[in-house]
């Protein structure tokens, strides 16, 4: 069974300041994992996405995220925030086969000016 | 870039009754539509696969004769909320396109949700 936990659903940050969004998979088979935003009154978008090739992950707007099988982390990070990044941050797995496609709750960004 | 429209972008309707919620792929041809549902500060649920031509495909626990999904082109799928009730009030988001990832079809894009509400 796969599942996803996001540390946080409230991550508030100053513009210009590292970003860090955590996300922890459970899977019992390699996971290709992905980051999605939603910003206010959107849909969807992804962000970049793991699927087992470099375990560093680089999206799109400047975020990044790395993989740690040893953690079963896929943080997504950022090295200096922007207002425009304010939004609410999904992290999803899948184990590869058919649809099965699984969402964590959300983190919703908050960049201080 | 991709536009997946997606209508009403709320709703409320009484107790009882049918709402039909649509999901249109603008500039693209989806063979393949899922339709999410998520409650307030809670992940979304895949509740369906609707390819196009075919019948759908539900996930455990979703009833598909409540939950009626027509995907009848490859531009637009419906869900239909049948007999609404008030624990049918939710968020329902639905997105179009697939991008094989190994042997997973990860969505692509979304639409922006409907807000249903049942009173």
């Known amino acids: 069974a796969q599942s996803v936990t996001q540390l946080g659903s409230h991550v508030s940050v100053s513009e210009g300041a590292l970003v860090l969004l955590r996300c922890n998979y459970s899977s019992s088979v390699p996971p290709y994992l992905f980051w999605y935003v939603q910003y206010p009154n959107q849909g969807l978008q992804l962000l970049l996405k793991?699927?087992?090739?470099?375990?560093l992950v680089k999206g799109i707007n400047g975020f990044e995220a790395e993989f740690k099988k040893s953690e079963t982390s896929f943080h997504l990070t950022k090295p200096s925030a922007h207002m425009s990044d304010a939004a609410e941050y999904f992290c999803?797995?899948?184990?590869?086969?058919?649809?099965?496609?699984?969402f964590g709750t959300g983190t919703s960004l908050t960049v201080i000016p | 870039g991709a536009v997946v429209s997606q209508h009403p972008s709320w709703v409320i309707c009484k107790s009882g009754t049918s709402v039909k919620i649509e999901c249109r792929s603008l500039?693209?041809?989806?063979?393949?539509m899922f339709w999410y549902r998520q409650f307030p500060k809670q992940s979304l649920m895949l509740m369906a696969t609707s390819n196009e031509g075919s019948k759908a495909t539900y996930e455990q626990g979703v009833e598909k004769d409540k939950f009626l999904i027509n995907h009848a082109s490859l531009t637009l799928s419906t869900l239909t909320v049948t007999s609404a009730h008030p624990e049918d009030s939710s968020f329902y988001i639905c997105?179009?396109?697939?991008?094989?990832?190994?042997?997973?079809?990860?969505?692509?894009?979304f639409g922006n949700g409907t807000r249903l509400t049942v009173t």
């Open positions: 793991y699927t087992s090739a470099a375990t």
């Open positions: 997105s179009a396109g697939a991008e094989t990832t190994g042997g997973s079809n990860s969505p692509l894009h």
């Open positions: 500039d693209f041809q989806a063979t393949t």
């Open positions: 999803a797995v899948s184990e590869g086969t058919g649809n099965q496609f699984y």
